[in-house]
């Protein structure tokens, strides 16, 4: 339990992927795929944008490897999250989003505004960090939350447009 807390405090002052530290050769051995430069370039862009959705990284893989199709890219994500080396969400409403970070039981606040998505660590740290009132019978592996609202940028947005408003009918 107390490897748990321990872990978990060191996660918070890492909220995105370190993209240095991102080889991706290593990742796709890891997990046991072939390595090819489109595939590379995937893992890549996902280190830079993580909850990009595919156009976002197919826009991306297209500079690093010209000829690379939007379908190729879709296929790499397929096998990735297939392998486990990628875990896809999707918010309501919005294509599936895809990122490194797996197996750490993240949730994620989701901007209704502008769309922004962030990640949440999870305040337990183990999976699942929620009990439903009744499993009906169901072995529960993991719990994902989605929190939904404004983010800050929105927010004051929202702010100042409704000063002025309010200044301009004064
Ligand atoms: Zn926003
Ligand atoms: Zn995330």
Redesign the pocket.
């Given at each position: 339990m107390t490897q748990n807390k321990r872990r978990l405090d060191g996660m918070t002052t890492t909220p995105a992927i370190d993209t240095d530290a991102v080889d991706a050769t290593e990742r796709l051995r890891g997990v046991g795929l072939r390595v090819t430069d489109s595939r590379r370039a995937v893992v890549d862009a996902l280190g830079h944008r993580p909850h990009a959705c595919a156009e976002e990284l197919f826009e991306l893989v297209a500079r690093a490897v010209p000829g690379t199709s939007l379908q190729s890219v879709y296929n790499a994500l397929g096998d990735f999250v297939d392998a486990g080396l990628v875990r896809r969400i999707e918010p309501a409403g919005r294509p599936g989003l895809f990122e490194l970070r797996v197996d750490d039981n993240h949730h994620h606040l989701v901007?209704s505004?502008?769309g922004?998505v962030v990640d949440v660590d999870c305040v337990v740290g183990d999976a699942p960090c929620l009990t439903p009132s009744d499993t009906h019978g169901f072995v529960v592996h993991a719990a994902e939350v989605t929190f939904w609202g404004?983010?800050a940028?929105?927010d004051s947005a929202t702010r100042r447009a409704s000063a002025v408003a309010a200044s301009g009918s004064a």
């Open positions: 901007c505004e502008c922004a404004v983010c940028r929105c």
